[in-house]
């Protein structure tokens, strides 16, 4: 029996753990500071959107399309530059071309033979529609910060998810890339953690704030997590 088999339920963060969420955030980003003289390395553009981030979410809730276009005014204000209405919407207009990690499809897939599937992300309904098209599976519930009308790592977001799963939180699997936003707070609540640690080879802790946490379970992506699991990888359609 492996240790696995006690969970009916697995739940993920969607951007970072399953989608290419700071290849994304930089392709949007660095055309708009390029037009306007700031010059950053690519560290230091997913270090300031997250610290925006996470302090914009703090304050009053919003729509996140409205948090994405707060997080381009910050840019301008730390940097001295007016962003243009386009230059505003350039992080909410590319979500829908931000594509999944490598592997997370066929996993996807794969988890899906055995598992209920669950998505809580601190995204809007309309903008997740978007990126679900890109992920290949049907997912058994899809939680939002829009219907939580919270984001994480507020307790809340989770708590939220756990009325509308109506499953017990012992059978519960929650796998993510952050620490800040999921992990810390998941087991605050008891829950069981996978950490998608994907930033181990690489300096700082990218667009999340830095935290330490102690995941049940830890792996470099979620083809790791497959292959931990024991089940066998559905091999990628061409």
């Known amino acids: 029996m492996s240790v696995f ?17 700071e290849r994304g955030i930089l392709g949007a980003l660095k055309p708009v500071l390029k037009s306007h003289g700031v010059q950053l390395s690519d560290e230091q553009i997913l270090e300031v959107f997250g610290e925006s981030e996470a302090e914009i979410q703090e304050g009053k809730f919003m729509p996140y399309s409205d948090i994405l276009r707060n ?8 940097f001295d ?3 243009s209405s386009s230059e505003l919407d350039c992080l909410v207009s590319s979500v829908g071309t931000w594509m999944p990690l490598p592997h997370v499809v066929e996993s996807l897939q794969t988890l899906k033979k ?50 509308k799963m109506g499953v017990s939180r012992e059978k519960i699997l929650h796998i993510s890339n952050s620490m800040y936003h999921d992990i810390v707070p998941a087991r605050a609540l008891n829950l069981s953690t996978v950490w998608v640690n994907g930033r181990s080879y690489m300096a700082g802790f990218g667009v999340t704030p830095p935290v330490r946490g102690c995941p049940d379970f830890e792996v470099p992506d979620l083809q790791a997590l497959v292959s931990l699991m024991g089940l066998e990888a559905i091999e990628k359609r061409i």
Do not use: C, M
Not at 150 to 162: G, M, N
């Open 5 to 21: 088999d006690v969970y009916g339920v697995l739940s993920f963060d969607v951007y970072g753990t399953l989608i290419d969420f």
């Open 81 to 83: 530059f007016t962003p």
């Open 114 to 163: 055995k598992y209920r599937l669950a998505i809580i992300s601190n995204i809007d309904d309309d903008l997740f529609s978007v990126t679900a098209k890109h992920l290949g599976v049907n997912f058994d519930w899809v939680i939002t910060s829009e219907q939580a009308q919270s984001y994480k790592p507020s307790l809340h977001t989770f708590k939220f998810a756990l009325e």
């Open 71 to 78: 997080v381009v005014r910050e840019f301008g204000k730390r």
